[in-house]
């Protein structure tokens, strides 16, 4: 007999023995069974995190979005990193954040609603919310903002209709040195404003005036960082329970309340003259929606008050100070690069003239529309997006990623990509224009995100700026005040949840 044949003989003749070695494959099993099972669920991996801290000290807090941009180039294009005790899963270039947002768009696209934002809208709304309710405000929200003309003539009158206002305030400084950030501000969140209430305020109308700077200040705490205000709001996101009492916190909830009390002033006055007939604007829409809703006994219904309310002041907060900015960068970009303000006034000029812009010349101002996409991709105003969370489990680049772990889609890695742009870093608007001097579109221009998550104000928001940036260079050269250099104009970003220019003044000196 064979050695193999004795030896199961061995094994049949022996139930002790045979039962043992059952027990042992069994346990084998088990234990390979777990290690391919740890293996498949592998989690992205990061920098070693210290207890409790996380990797709070490996990051630069007032600018995390440059230190998560260094982290990918070692730890790859999705990896880990602990904010105290909370996991977050950063997403880092232009191929990794589409197929993120974009291929797999239902897994990555719940939003994670920090403390700070649940305490401000509960959840209701558009920015800050998940689940069926979401997705009937932002369907809403979408459908009336296109009937309002979103990216239709009715939009082009409105803005050209401000544009004229605007262009009135930079005139009152008669090319003296000033701050382009309250006009500018109060043009954009105007264009809402038409949107939602149907009508628009006076520049120097004190409760708009004041709802403008509340929303402002809100971005800027926000953004603050826990190393410069030691009890930030950060801090109480991380630690809710512990620090509720923070002064960021306090300071925000406040403005919210005054805030909620001036709109649902607003909302009174619109209901009073309310014509079921007409929508005057968003705000109409909603409560013929809510009263035919009431009026058929519809049960678990989304047109109530506080979505009413929290999808206006989302919409105001978002459409004002994202648009607001990116117009402040263009200027100041002007006035720190003249011999491209040159050439866009040169084109403007030649296809133009003096007859008011119109959002068709775009087709025929290839540069001008280059200077103005070079503007939001260098300005990189949202750096770390709107933080997103994942909806249910997910393998995503051979990494397991569990449901309801926080994701920063990485956008100044996108709008950054070394493989994507030439010159990265630099102010260029050859990035969008071909060999013949025409506009091209780049596929890692992604400044309004992508997937379910995207702006949903794109549309509005490049015929904002293409109307407003225009008409501002046909009537103004803007140069840097006296005694300041175009060297010397500082292109360095302010802290806060979107990235502004830091203070500074221009001067709006007639072409005319």
């Not at 934002?117 to 919310?129: M, V």
Request: net charge neutral; with cysteine; aromatic share 10%.
């Amino acid at each position: 007999m064979s050695v193999l044949g004795d030896f199961i003989f061995f094994l049949f003749s022996n139930p002790t023995t045979w039962l043992g070695v059952v027990v042992l494959l069994l346990v084998l099993y088990l234990v390979s069974s777990s290690v391919t099972s740890q293996e498949m669920r592998k989690g992205p991996p990061g920098p070693r995190p210290l207890p409790l801290l996380g990797n709070l000290l490996q990051l630069d807090l007032s600018r995390p979005y440059k230190t998560l941009f260094q982290l990918s180039k070692k730890h790859g294009s999705v990896f880990t990193v602990y904010l105290g005790p909370k996991k977050v899963v950063v997403l880092a270039g232009y191929k990794t954040v589409k197929e993120a947002l974009v291929s797999y768009a239902e897994e990555f696209g719940d939003r994670e609603i920090p403390p700070i934002f649940y305490d401000t809208s509960f959840g209701h709304g558009i920015l800050f919310a998940n689940g069926e309710s979401w997705k009937e405000m932002r369907r809403f929200a979408l459908t009336t903002l296109r009937d309002f003309g979103m990216g239709k003539r009715m939009a082009e009158h409105k803005i050209l209709e401000e544009c004229h206002h605007l262009i009135q305030m930079f005139e009152k400084h008669k090319g003296k040195p000033f701050n382009t950030a309250c006009p500018v501000n109060y043009a954009t969140s105007n264009i809402i404003c038409n949107i939602v209430y149907g009508s628009r305020f006076e520049y120097d109308d004190p409760r708009f005036t004041n709802m403008v700077m509340r929303a402002n200040e809100n971005i800027r705490v926000v953004g603050s960082a826990p190393l410069q205000e030691v009890f930030s709001l950060q801090l109480y996101n991380m630690f809710p329970r512990l620090v509720s009492w923070v002064k960021g916190r306090h300071l925000i909830l406040n403005n919210v309340e005054t805030t909620n009390r001036e709109v649902k002033d607003l909302f009174k006055s619109l209901k009073e003259t309310l014509n079921p007939h007409i929508c005057r604007g968003l705000v109409d829409c909603f409560l013929i929606r809510k009263q035919k809703e009431e009026d058929s006994s519809v049960t678990n219904t989304h047109y109530h008050e506080k979505n009413m309310l929290y999808t206006v002041t989302n919409l105001f907060a978002a459409g004002t100070d994202t648009t607001a900015t990116t117009l402040r960068w263009a200027l100041l970009l002007m006035a720190k690069y003249p011999h491209i303000q040159d050439q866009v006034q040169e084109e403007m000029d030649r296809v133009v003239g003096s007859r008011v812009v119109q959002v068709d010349d775009h087709k025929n101002l290839p540069y001008t529309n280059a200077v103005i996409h070079e503007t939001q991709r260098l300005a990189n105003i949202v750096p770390m997006s709107l933080p997103h969370k994942t909806s249910r489990d997910v393998t995503f680049q051979g990494y397991f990623i569990k449901a309801g772990t926080t994701v920063f889609p990485l956008l100044t890695s996108v709008l950054y990509d070394e493989s994507e742009w030439e010159a990265p870093h630099t102010f260029n608007p050859s990035h969008f224009l071909d060999e013949e001097g025409k506009f091209t579109r780049r596929d890692a221009f992604m400044p309004f995100s992508a997937g379910r998550r995207a702006c949903l104000g794109e549309s509005l928001a490049k015929m904002e700026l293409f109307l407003f940036f225009t008409s501002l260079l046909q009537r103004f050269r803007f140069t840097p005040p006296p005694g300041v250099t175009e060297d010397e104009l500082d292109l360095t970003p302010a802290v806060g949840l979107t990235l502004g220019p830091s203070p500074h003044e221009l001067c709006a000196v007639s072409r005319q």
